[in-house]
């Protein structure tokens, strides 16, 4: 898998902004070791690694790189995704509680996306029971 993903990443790797990897298992990072000599080196440098024990621990990093909007909406994110209620469960289409409020952290994206003429929701009405509130 790794040769074929050098082999895409020769061809495309402009497709690569840029890829962090929060608290990956040591293996993982061992193995970069050696697949990142098989991959172009301007690919190469895009992927970083950050490695911290607080839950928010990286958001300066991520801010840095990011901006805080992303940066924060993607830290939520990260912290209700690790809640064990979420596991399997999550619906990352409904923005809306069951009561009609609005939800504090919306898994569709950050407010400025979400609010922005590029989002659209391919969520089909029977689907979603938010879709019949307003949003």
Request: some cysteine.
């Amino acid at each position: 898998m790794a040769v074929q993903t050098a082999k895409i990443l020769d061809h495309y790797p402009e497709l690569l902004g840029w890829l962090c990897l929060l608290n990956a298992p040591r293996l993982f990072s061992a193995t970069w070791v050696a697949v990142r000599r098989i991959i172009n080196e301007v690919t190469a440098n895009k992927v970083k690694f950050i490695t911290c024990s607080k839950d928010d621990g990286y958001k300066p990093y991520l801010e840095h790189e990011l901006g805080d909007e992303m940066a924060s909406w993607l830290v939520e994110e990260i912290k209700e995704n690790a809640l064990p209620e979420n596991k399997y469960k999550k619906k990352y289409w409904e923005w809306i509680n069951i009561d009609g409020t609005v939800k504090e952290h919306d898994a569709r994206g950050t407010k400025s996306y979400v609010s922005s003429e590029y989002f659209i929701s391919p969520v089909v009405r029977k689907f979603c029971q938010s879709l019949s509130l307003k949003q």
